[in-house]
């Protein structure tokens, strides 16, 4: 099924994302994961090229993750594919470093039309805006909610 | 004719607490619009105040048709952040389980598409032959439902003495069956004229919207994560993938049924070749996993699930983000239920085996 050995093929993809954005920084931390860190002004670009030239075509999860010592929120994508078969097994991760105060990030619903809930669910989660989502109302949350964004970190649970 | 918005739910029979808002023209449904987190019980957040062993009970709760499958990738999570690999005994113990807990999650659908296209003994045959499957998982894992059965390190228990004849008695009565669930309900005219044609999702567009599971592959796409990147001991049984190109919910419907006769080939391959040995490794029961972050994924029996943990080092994870199949299919509605009639509906809606509890987590 593959041409390349996976971790070549790996290797490979790292190479290329490497020689297109040399302000990313890239990681293979285990096999069939690769991690890229990238700035978010430089995130619609990367994602058309992670898309359209190496064949991600979907996203599988949205986290962000708040950092209140280091004053900032991380937000990771991982990313997947279906139709290009070789690279079924890989899961690349693209995260963006956001300000805490004002977390925001371009949305890539464009390009990938299956980030849109996971998106929508970070924004109420962890308060960060996805500048052009279609949609940003709460989605699991009530209504009515008018706390902090119960996974910041200075939202605490009740008796514990 | 004018629009009607009509609010399904939260209390559909058979939805589950999950509401959807249907715009209708006549009798087409020209908008839907899913409205979830009736549920919502903000398990990622609690499990960031739990140790890593103590969140195994609350993160198989959400699905309690398929636990095994909901903690399978938090588990594997756990042990590579850990550093812990579970022994080749252990390892196909786990498989055999979810691939029992598969069987038992798809007789479940079936039952319910029953009720939903008004066939009851569809209702009753899935429902009582799932017993089967439940009594010989209560033998291994001592519940019915909720297991809390796999851990870091293996699994909690051995499996019982006389095990392997009762589990492939088990198999030898569910093939049968499912002859039987074809013959009646598969080749069935009235359950072909409601679920053929109806609610089709193509190949290009389920790719688009990213879903997952038996949902993804009625589309005709035989991604599963078994095989893409085994996990366990996955790799060394042989089965299929199966996968129907018409993306209809008759092609949703035939793989789920050709996946219980592929999970009966695992279990018997499993149970053929399981090797003797330790179940589970000893480890300290507090785990203070080192900094990092573990991205796992395990084919549940909706489809991926996934677990992204981050650790900061503590006895805690300092992040916990659960991506469920549910979640995932969510898209799927807007866009099935638009165009289609609406006595379509919950054709379509448990043709995607949502299971609200399991998206809102």
């Known amino acids: 099924m593959y041409e390349l050995s996976p971790v070549i093929e790996d290797e490979e993809i790292a190479r290329r994302v490497a020689e297109q954005f040399p302000e990313i920084r890239i990681e293979i931390s285990a096999l069939n994961r690769i991690n890229l860190e990238a700035p978010h002004y430089c995130l ?8 359209d030239i190496e064949g991600f075509d979907h996203v599988a999860s949205v986290t962000g993750i708040d950092y209140p010592d280091r004053n900032l929120v991380k937000v990771t994508y991982h990313l997947g594919a279906y139709a290009k078969l070789t690279i079924r097994r890989l899961v690349l991760s693209v995260s963006v470093d956001l300000p805490r105060q004002d977390a925001m990030t371009p949305s ?22 996805f500048e052009g989502h279609p949609n940003s109302n709460l989605l699991l949350l009530p209504e009515d909610w008018i706390d902090l964004p119960p996974l910041r970190k ?3 649970l009740r008796g514990r | 004719m004018s629009e009607l918005t009509l609010s399904v739910g939260p209390q559909h029979p058979g939805s589950g607490h999950f509401r959807l808002i249907i715009c209708v023209d006549g009798d087409t449904i020209t908008k839907a619009t899913p409205d979830p987190g009736y549920v919502h019980r903000g398990i990622e957040k609690q499990a960031e105040y739990r140790e890593y062993l103590h969140s195994i009970p609350l993160l198989e709760r959400p699905v309690i048709s398929d636990s095994n499958g909901s903690v399978y990738a938090y588990v594997l999570a756990v042990e590579r952040l ?27 659908w079936l039952a319910i598409y029953g009720i939903f296209l008004g066939h009851s003994t569809m209702f009753m045959w899935p429902f009582g032959d799932r017993e089967v499957v439940i009594d010989l998982a209560q033998r291994v894992m001592g519940a019915r439902l909720t297991y809390s059965f796999f851990v870091p390190g293996g699994v909690r228990n051995d499996l019982p003495h006389g095990f392997k004849d009762e589990a492939l008695r088990a198999t030898e009565f569910l093939e049968k069956r499912l002859h039987e669930y074809d013959a009646i309900f598969f080749k069935n005219p009235i359950f072909v004229e409601r679920t053929r044609g109806v609610g089709i999702l ?44 018409d ?83 969510l898209l799927a509605f807007q866009f099935l239920m638009k165009g289609s009639h609406l006595a379509d509906m919950p054709t379509i809606y448990w043709s995607l085996d949502y ?5 809102d987590r």
Request: proline share 7%.
């Open chain 1, 44 to 51: 619609p670009q990367l994602a058309a090229y992670l898309r």
């Open chain 1, 108 to 129: 890539l619903v464009s390009i990938w039309p299956s980030a849109e809930y996971h998106e929508r669910e970070t924004h109420e989660m962890v308060g960060v805006m």
């Open chain 1, 154 to 156: 200075d939202f605490k």
């Open chain 2, 82 to 108: 850990a550093g812990l690999k579970a022994p080749e005994r252990a390892q196909y113990i786990r498989v055999l389980m979810a691939e029992l807990n598969r069987i038992m999650s798809h007789l479940y």
């Open chain 2, 202 to 245: 193509r190949h290009d567009d389920a790719i688009r919207l990213g879903v997952v599971g038996p949902t993804l592959r009625g589309s005709g796409v035989n991604a599963d994560a078994r095989k893409d990147e085994a996990y366990d001991v996955y790799d060394t049984f042989k089965f299929d993938v199966p996968a129907f190109p």
């Open chain 2, 247 to 329: 993306g209809d919910c008759y092609s949703r419907a035939l793989v789920r049924l050709e996946e219980i006769k592929q999970s009966i080939r695992i279990v018997r391959q499993a149970l053929e070749s399981i090797p003797e040995g330790p179940f589970r490794i000893r480890h300290p029961s507090v785990l203070k996993p080192p900094q990092g972050s573990v991205y796992s994924r395990t084919e549940a029996a909706r489809g991926a699930y996934a677990y992204f943990i981050r650790s900061e080092g503590g006895k805690t994870p300092y992040r916990l983000k659960i991506s469920s199949p549910s979640f995932r299919n």
């Open chain 2, 355 to 359: 299971w609200p509890l399991e998206a």
